[in-house]
């Protein structure tokens, strides 16, 4: 179930394991979201309005339904999905839905006001699949990098240990 509490402020999907049986389906069957659907969280958890506005990007069909003050947008032929997502989950774009809020100890945003926002995006749909395609490896390496990171934290941490205990001793 895609919800508030799976937006991130980098507009990434967190899993907190929250299913729906899928013996429901025929009940939920118009929340069922498709592959490359984006969905929009049109509240957030603070009033600072850290999450609003932000986009998930749906990777797979049949494998997600949104929840509550989420909303689904879907890219007209014309549109690169993925592009879409890198484009609202900008700061600019950011800006402006935050610009569009409702105060409130839960800040918000209405459907109309999300639709007035403007994107910009190129007309040609190869261009806009090529840029969505670098900024994608760009946050893959990125995801590598931090994965190292937290790696050579832990072995540092170790070592740390190792010598301040004294079973190791530099010389």
Same mark, same amino acid.
């Given at each position: 179930?895609? %919800?508030? *509490? $799976? ?5 990434? +999907? !967190? ?7 899928? @013996? ?22 603070? %009033?600072? *309005? $850290? ?5 998930? +990007? !749906? ?7 949104? @929840? ?104």
């Amino acid at each position: 179930v895609v %919800s508030i *509490g $799976n937006y991130s402020v980098r507009g990434k +999907y !967190i899993n907190n394991n929250n299913y729906i049986s899928k @013996n429901f389906k025929e009940n939920i069957s118009s929340y069922i979201l498709d592959k490359e659907d984006l969905t929009m969280i049109l509240n957030d958890k603070t %009033s600072k *309005g $850290n999450i609003i506005g932000k986009v998930l +990007y !749906i990777d797979e069909k049949d494998g997600y339904v949104f @929840n509550q003050r989420t909303m689904r947008l879907k890219c007209k032929k014309t549109v690169n999905p993925l592009f879409l997502y890198y484009s609202i989950n900008s700061d600019k774009a950011h800006t402006n839905i935050l610009n569009k809020a409702k105060p409130g100890t839960q800040i918000y945003i209405n459907t109309d006001d999300v639709l007035s926002v403007q994107v910009d995006i190129p007309m040609d749909i190869k261009e806009q699949k090529a840029i969505a395609e670098i900024l994608s490896d760009m946050d893959s390496e990125i995801e590598a990098l931090n994965k190292k990171l937290v790696k050579y934290k832990k072995i540092k941490q170790g070592m740390m240990e190792e010598l301040l205990t004294g079973r190791i001793r530099l010389v």
